[in-house]
């Protein structure tokens, strides 16, 4: 739906996720030179992520297909670009989240651990940290080898066990079992299965449309990454369950965390996810998808006409399907096999099959921009990368393609086509430290434009 007139520089973005590598700060330049090469055809937003950049083209009217191989970024931008919004979806969606949160007393498993809740707050109203981190080391997790359960959490840890990779809506609350006392409190957790599971419900009996749906969703994830205590707020890290925490800024980060209310978070997030919906005009023509690079690249998929593929891929070896696995299962819900390493589960409590990106990997990297020139040519349309330059190698964030080899590649794969490259610079803010300015890092930001050689 076009609600008013395009003009530049007139988009907007709701902030769903705390992304790395997220394009906040650069999305001027990125849609400033997007739309010098944009036509009538789509802008391919081919690494989409938190969907900012799609946000940004949809905004400004231009026809986006926003894609990412993470399951949660096609929720986002089935949501943020209002694919199949309908009208009275935005008139309903506050009477469906009443809806949906008013069943709150009927989820079972909040009695199931109703003794580890009632403790946990009242540890966090005494801010006594000691002894909550010994309720969450003997907190009965499926992988905690020191849980005391009672026959009904023993029923389910039997039940979670036959059931590993299937749908967990019948079977019990897969975040409260696997990362309670880790990356989330308990109450908070039992709260996220909640909410997932009536998302789903109410989806499954037709109360809430397609777009509701992709917008609670969105809703739910974008709590989760407010209230996850971890580094940089992220999920590769979590708090250890055991053991003191030395820090006092640590200390008062786990108090503030674990005390949101993710039910009354949802709702403030649900609230302003509609406002900000009906104050903004997106593209009806949007489209978001679900696939790896080299599937669209392979697959006879029928892409409509192209004029700009926007490519923000991974620079370094982290892959984002370590650092958001978590959003990953909350959005699919199925129950996970962990990763064991020489017989525990890895601190990450990381699942096993996480997708891994050509992009992150130093003997793979050329082989994916091979694919990614070879896509540009065959959807025939103009190319523009960002880049990420880092100045300090021993940050361990190590850049896995310099621009020599990129070059190579360019003018091995697509010869009839220039490059331009455009450089702006910032200062480099560390995650949650915007007061923090690190001169060592500097990472410069660059657009590299690849497009046909006039004849
Ligand atoms: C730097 S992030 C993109 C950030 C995004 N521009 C934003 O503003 O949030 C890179 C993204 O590429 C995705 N990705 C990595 N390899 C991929 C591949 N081969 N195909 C599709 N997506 C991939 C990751 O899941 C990640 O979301």
């Known amino acids: 739906m076009i609600k008013k007139s395009i003009q530049q520089n007139d988009y907007s973005i709701f902030k769903t996720m705390q992304y790395l590598g997220s394009k906040h700060r650069s999305i001027t330049k990125i849609i400033e030179q997007s739309i010098l090469y944009s036509k009538n055809g789509y802008i391919l937003d081919l690494f989409a992520g938190s969907t900012t950049v799609s946000q940004a083209f949809s905004s400004i009217g231009k026809k986006t297909i926003s894609n990412d191989i993470q399951q949660f970024s096609k929720a986002f931008a089935n949501a943020t670009l209002q694919i199949n919004l309908e ?271 050509n992009f992150c990997s130093k003997n793979k990297v050329k082989d994916a921009f091979k694919d990614l020139f070879l896509l540009t040519k065959k959807l025939d349309s103009v190319l523009i990368l960002s880049y990420s330059e880092s100045k300090n190698s021993s940050t361990g964030n190590d850049r896995m393609i310099d621009f020599n080899s990129l070059d190579r590649l360019q003018k091995d794969i697509i010869p009839d086509y220039t490059s331009l490259k455009i450089e702006f610079d910032f200062e480099y803010r560390q995650l949650n430290k915007s007061k923090f300015v690190d001169k060592n890092k500097d990472d410069k930001e660059i657009l590299i434009v690849y497009s046909r050689k006039l004849k």
């Open 87 to 357: 009208e009275k979806d935005l008139i309903s969606s506050l009477d469906k989240l009443d809806k949906l949160i008013s069943n709150h007393e009927e989820y079972k498993y909040y009695n199931t651990f109703k003794k580890f809740t009632n403790k946990e707050e009242k540890l966090l109203d005494s801010k006594n940290i000691s002894e909550l981190l010994s309720l969450y080391a003997a907190f009965p997790l499926i992988w905690n080898i020191n849980r005391k359960e009672t026959i009904e959490i023993q029923k389910l840890h039997h039940r979670f066990k036959k059931n590993i990779d299937k749908p967990g809506f019948e079977i019990g609350p897969i975040t409260t079992l696997h990362y309670a006392g880790s990356y989330f409190g308990i109450k908070q957790s039992l709260d996220i299965d909640f909410l997932r599971t009536m998302i789903e419900q109410e989806k499954r009996q037709g109360e809430i449309s397609n777009w509701q749906y992709n917008m609670f969703l969105t809703c739910l994830l974008t709590v989760v990454s407010k209230i996850v205590f971890s580094a940089g707020k992220h999920f590769a890290q979590p708090v250890k369950a055991t053991g003191i925490i030395n820090t006092p800024v640590l200390n008062k980060r786990l108090i503030i965390d674990r005390s949101y209310s993710v039910v009354e978070l949802f709702k403030e997030t649900v609230t302003s996810f509609i406002q900000y919906s009906k104050n903004t005009s997106h593209c009806d023509k949007n489209i978001a998808l679900n696939k790896s690079m080299e599937e669209l690249l392979k697959s006879d998929f029928d892409l409509p006409v192209i004029d700009i593929i926007y490519a923000d891929p991974p620079y370094t070896a982290q892959q984002y399907s370590r650092f958001y696995h978590i959003p990953e299962i909350i959005i699919e819900y199925k129950i996970p096999s962990l990763q064991v390493h020489k017989g525990s589960i890895t601190k990450g409590i990381y699942p096993n099959n996480k997708y891994k990106s």
